[in-house]
């Protein structure tokens, strides 16, 4: 187990009191700096900076960011909502630390497709199927991570298959 102690904080960040958003951090006793490769090869989305030794990681709403001695998320709804998405980004971190043998790290910095770089790839029909009155709206949410491509059923279409590839591979 890399991460065995740490102190759990659960505040209203400062540039917004009284907002009903919350923001968390585990401050922890191990460094854990050598687990961020490992994380930035098996999360998708993930974006590391080796020279800052960081990691972010856009899940969902919520913004994540490692640091060798701090794992923070900002975004979350509630009180019990912040403190359980930590504990669950340390069982992670300690689930990637067990498993690392299997894992080939990954130190290059992926950058994040922009939404008109996306939308060039979707259907551009505006079906609103996904839930979004234009796909570019669609494409604003995915490139912040709040949709999945299986939102659109239009890439599962047969004239789709090139687009689908592509957007397979910019959004890894
Ligand atoms: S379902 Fe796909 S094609 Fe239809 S509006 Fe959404 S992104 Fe565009």
């Not at 890399?2 to 009284?18: A, M, N, Q, R, S």
């Not at 999945?148 to 298959?161: G, K, V």
């Amino acid at each position: 187990m890399l991460i065995e102690k740490y102190d759990l904080e659960v505040f209203t960040p400062p540039c917004d009191p009284g907002a009903e958003r919350y923001a968390a951090r585990a401050r922890l006793t191990t460094d854990i700096s050598e687990i961020m490769p490992y994380l930035n090869a098996t999360l998708d989305g993930a974006v590391y900076l080796k020279g800052a030794n960081a990691l972010t990681w856009k899940k969902g709403r919520h913004t994540i960011a490692f640091h060798p001695y701090e794992i923070a998320i900002s975004n979350v709804e509630n009180r019990d909502g912040a403190e359980k998405e930590l504990k669950g980004l340390i069982d992670l971190v300690n689930r990637t630390w067990e498993r690392r043998a299997d894992i080939t790290p990954d130190t290059t910095t992926r950058k994040r497709p922009t939404p008109m770089a996306i939308y060039k790839l979707l259907p551009n029909t505006n079906c609103k199927q996904c839930g979004e009155q234009t796909c570019y709206t669609f494409a604003l949410k995915l490139a912040a991570s709040q949709k999945n491509l299986a939102e659109c059923p239009s890439l599962a279409e047969p004239q789709y298959t090139a687009q689908r590839t592509g957007l397979d591979s910019i959004l890894i």
